[in-house]
């Protein structure tokens, strides 16, 4: 199985800050990778695909980025309304694994 | 709109079955695999299982191989999980989601909650 080590499991930040997550495969993933949302009680909801191809409706500020074994995402001037947790997901063997998640609280 | 519910969680002992269902509208069901993940409570997302889209070929989680039983109904625009010799480690929230055609996962459900306790 290929594992998702994902980091930070949490984050602290203010309004406008750029913050960046980071998921490491532990083998190629070949750019299968895709980032999800998820708040509190809801479903996650499905922000990026194929490391960075924004699905519509995404807010610009989000981005992502890499290849091989090493991902990133970011969401520049984080807004109030992105207080949630975030998932990567590799999707490139199955069985599909996700990150461990990161939390993402205002300072 | 294209949307899936789920229905037919709930409160199960040890050891006994649960069947989750999840209707699916808005989208030419039959045209697409689907997948259940779930998560445990506080817990991150753990795919459990797919099915292609024709029902012809499923895969699973290994904590579940030989327990669960994921299908379909392509004439009801359904998807199904039997969820067989229930732990309490499968306690979690299950969610049903579309596999669209680059294989990402793209709509969820919201999610079914499953207890297993006594």
């Known amino acids: 199985d290929i594992q998702m080590t994902q980091s930070p499991p949490s984050l602290s930040a203010s309004l406008g800050d750029k913050v960046t997550i980071t998921c490491q495969a532990s083998q190629n993933i070949n750019k299968y990778i895709a980032w999800y949302q998820q708040k509190p009680g809801k479903a996650p909801r499905l922000l990026i695909r194929?490391?960075?191809t924004l699905e519509s409706g995404t807010p610009s500020r989000f981005s992502g980025s890499g290849s091989g074994r090493d991902y990133s995402f970011s969401i520049s001037n984080v807004e109030s309304e992105d207080i949630a947790s975030y998932y990567c997901?590799?999707?490139?063997?199955?069985?599909?694994?996700f990150g461990g998640g990161t939390k993402l609280e205002l300072k | 709109e294209v949307q899936l519910v789920e229905s037919g969680g709930g409160l199960v002992q040890p050891g006994r079955s649960m069947k989750l269902s999840c209707a699916a509208s808005?989208?030419?069901?039959?045209?697409?695999?689907m997948a259940w993940v779930c998560q445990a409570p506080k817990k991150g997302l753990e795919w459990v299982a797919t099915?292609?889209?024709?029902?012809?070929?499923?895969y699973y989680r290994d904590s579940v191989k030989g327990r669960f039983t994921i299908s379909r109904d392509n004439a009801k625009s359904t998807l199904y999980l039997q969820m067989d010799s229930l732990r309490s480690e499968d306690t979690a929230t299950y969610y049903c989601a579309r596999r669209d055609y680059s294989g990402v996962m793209d709509v969820w459900g919201q999610g079914a909650s499953v207890t297993v306790s006594s």
């Open positions: 194929y490391t960075s």
């Open positions: 997901l590799q999707y490139d063997n199955l069985p599909w694994t």
């Open positions: 099915i292609s889209y024709d029902g012809s070929s499923t």
């Open positions: 808005g989208f030419t069901f039959n045209n697409y695999d």
